[in-house]
């Protein structure tokens, strides 16, 4: 007998896969709000919170990306251009930026709640514009300023530690995917950007 959660997640598989695959860059953006009356729907459908059914989507697209991620990387070991075990260094990796992505993201969350600033406003917004329709204060578009630069430093300070880690571990940063899905902590919000085109990256897209 089907059981009230495993419906849950045969729907929210069934949705993203109507929608389209899930892309690699979505894997660690925050909360996409286009989601969320969908989100409500199958809430409401299921006689869940909103919470579960966000933490069922979030589930699902994150194992679907590490499985993404994994077949990405064992085309490069095929290849002979990262050996198993520096596949194996790769995946472990990933899984510590992840821990690292989503205790921000949770901190950034509790930020702009205390502030009372919508957390979207954090990015690629006009914050004067912003001002101007009364939606934040002018102290709260320095607030937000002051974020977005201790964030531009964080990211800056990751990418230099992850160049540093392939360079240590004899891996071509390339394969780090920097700029791309896991390894970009605000991509879709400003921040994120792609620093190589190699034809390998094919098998990220």
Do not use: C
Request: charged share 30%; aromatic share 8%.
């Amino acid at each position: 007998m089907l059981t009230k959660k495993s419906l849950l997640i045969a729907g929210v598989a069934a949705t993203i896969g109507i929608a389209g695959t899930v892309g690699a860059n979505a894997a660690f953006a925050f909360h996409d709000n286009k989601n969320d009356d969908l989100v409500a729907r199958i809430a409401q459908e299921f006689n869940l919170s909103e919470a579960e059914v966000q933490a069922v989507f979030d589930d699902y697209k994150s194992d679907q990306e590490e499985a993404k991620v994994s077949a990405y990387l064992q085309t490069l070991v095929d290849k002979g251009k990262i050996t198993a075990e520096q596949k194996t260094a790769i995946e472990t990796k990933l899984t510590e930026v992840r821990a690292e992505m989503k205790a921000e993201h949770d901190a950034l969350e509790v930020w702009a709640e205390t502030e009372g600033i919508d957390v979207e406003y954090v990015f690629k917004y006009d914050l004067q514009k912003l001002v101007d329709e009364g939606k934040i204060t002018a102290e709260q578009k320095v607030k937000i300023e002051a974020k977005r630069e201790e964030l531009k430093d964080k990211r800056d300070a990751m990418r230099t530690e992850l160049k540093q880690w392939a360079a240590d571990n004899n891996i071509n940063v390339k394969y780090l995917m920097i700029g791309k899905g896991y390894f970009s902590p605000y991509y879709g919000h400003g921040y994120g950007h792609h620093d190589h085109h190699d034809h390998d990256d094919k098998h990220w897209r």
